[in-house]
């Protein structure tokens, strides 16, 4: 198991990152969240959780341990594998998503891409006893980034798969509410308007 990846970030892509460590570029999945807070050159600690697969080792990469903790609960509830886990922290913070299980929040659950009405139901029953209660603390990684916060997510909503149009018009129709947050949107709440945008368009 590793556990985290310490050292400089080598380079980043929409949905990853590498990490150098010990001279070897170690290639990390991550949420857009998560890549948010990186940059090429600067020093990084990613909590991370090994998947092994048949014919694949990936390493996906966290803010903190919280995350990490909650991606692997995640993968506890049928049909949720880490693809879907990982976008469900995409959208929502850890304790957003405990919120949401504690009040039966169907309609956050859709928010994320690949989560249906009945899939919503069933991962709320799931996930009850599982996640815990809120613990009313905000990650660093979501701070508000300042820098190029349209390209970050774009970059963001291009990793979740969708098409270069449907990025532009979400990107184009969230600019409203990133200039009213003045010099510095928070990514991550861009990123949720926007996809709240396009399945509302879907």
């Keep these: 198991m ?13 949905d990853s990152a590498v990490v150098e460590v010990g001279g070897i570029g170690m290639a990390v999945q991550c949420a857009p969240n ?3 807070g990186l940059r090429v050159g600067q020093q990084t600690k990613l ?10 080792l990936t390493l996906y990469g966290f803010a903190d341990d919280d995350e990490r903790q909650t991606f692997e609960l ?12 990982q976008a469900m922290l995409a959208v929502h ?14 309609k956050a659950l859709t928010a994320v891409p690949g989560i249906g009405k ?14 815990g209660e809120p613990l009313g603390q905000t990650p660093a990684a979501r701070a508000p980034q300042a820098a190029s916060w349209r390209d ?9 798969g969708y098409a270069t149009r449907e990025a532009d018009e979400a990107v184009t129709a969230v600019a409203p509410q990133a200039e009213a947050a003045g010099g510095t949107p928070q990514v ?5 308007a926007a996809l709240q945008t396009l399945n509302r368009t879907r």
């Design 2 to 14: 590793i556990a985290f990846v310490s050292g400089p970030v080598a380079a980043l892509a929409p």
């Design 34 to 36: 998560t890549l948010s």
């Design 47 to 56: 909590a991370t959780s090994l998947v092994v697969r048949e014919d694949s």
């Design 74 to 85: 995640l993968q506890t509830a049928s049909g949720v594998g880490p693809r879907l886990a």
């Design 93 to 106: 913070s850890p304790d957003d998503l405990r919120r949401a299980v504690a009040t039966a929040d169907e």
């Design 118 to 131: 009945k899939g919503a139901q069933k991962l709320l029953l799931e996930l009850k006893d599982r996640l």
């Design 152 to 160: 970050q997510l774009h970059a963001a909503l291009i990793g979740l």
């Design 188 to 192: 991550g709440q861009l990123l949720k």
